[in-house]
């Protein structure tokens, strides 16, 4: 069974700051999603990592994956109040389980001005 | 953008009531996902469709039901309400084609429901 883990899961900043945010996986993967959410509303896709050394960038947020290690982590760049919201991945299991996304619990972002 | 929309957003209901949470989405994807999410936590799937009249389970036990006669429209209904089903459900979707890896899902705006 896939199993996958955020850390942490609640994360307070200052602005300016920068921090990264870890996302490791139990099984062979090498599909890995990103999406963020604002209190009380959906999620919304921010990257779609594809394969091993993948690295995407958008802002201040930049996301990469490590297949071997089954480690993703998202980098926050200088961090600004606008980037508060919970940050989720999710990992596809092409194995076992038809495609599916099994998600982490979420790590709660908080930048502070 | 995705074009993916749920109805109601917002439902108190009484326990006992059957309700139907809606979703529907425009972008012709043939894979069709509900989640549970409680708030600020973890999503857990609780059904998935591959297309027309195909219907699974999730990985979380649930006892909603959900049908698919036509792609575009995946709804959930809950015969009897209970306050446990308190929850916020989350509709997504997927484009899929046999043989290869799904893409990006693409979640609606969420029902919250209430069961008092």
């Known amino acids: 069974e896939l199993k996958v883990e955020q850390n942490p899961l609640f994360l307070s900043m200052q602005e300016g700051k920068n921090y990264t945010i870890y996302c490791n996986y139990s099984?062979?993967?090498?599909?890995l999603y990103w999406y963020r959410q604002d209190p009380g509303k959906s999620l919304e896709s921010l990257f779609v990592?594809?394969?091993?050394?993948a690295v995407k960038q958008e802002g201040r947020l930049m996301a990469s994956l490590d297949t071997k290690a089954r480690l993703s982590t998202l980098h926050i760049t200088a961090a600004v109040h606008d980037l508060s919201a919970t940050y989720f991945c999710a990992v596809e299991d092409g194995v076992n389980a038809g495609n599916m996304l099994t998600f982490g619990g979420g790590t709660r972002l908080m930048v502070k001005p | 953008e995705a074009d993916i929309y749920q109805t109601p957003r917002y439902l108190v209901i009484g326990t006992g009531k059957k309700i139907t949470l809606e979703c529907s989405q425009t972008?012709?994807?043939?894979?069709m996902y509900w989640y549970q999410q409680d708030p600020g936590m973890e999503l857990h799937l609780i059904h998935y469709s591959y297309g027309v009249n195909s219907t699974e389970k999730g990985d979380l036990s649930s006892e909603s039901t959900v049908s698919r006669i036509r792609t575009e429209h995946f709804p959930l209904t809950l015969e009897s309400a209970r306050p446990s089903h308190t929850s916020q459900y989350l509709c997504a979707s997927s484009e899929y084609f046999f043989g290869r890896r799904t893409d990006t899902q693409y979640f609606g705006p969420g029902t919250r429901l209430t069961v008092l």
């Open positions: 972008m012709g994807h043939d894979k």
């Open positions: 099984t062979t993967s090498d599909r």
């Open positions: 990592l594809l394969s091993n050394g």
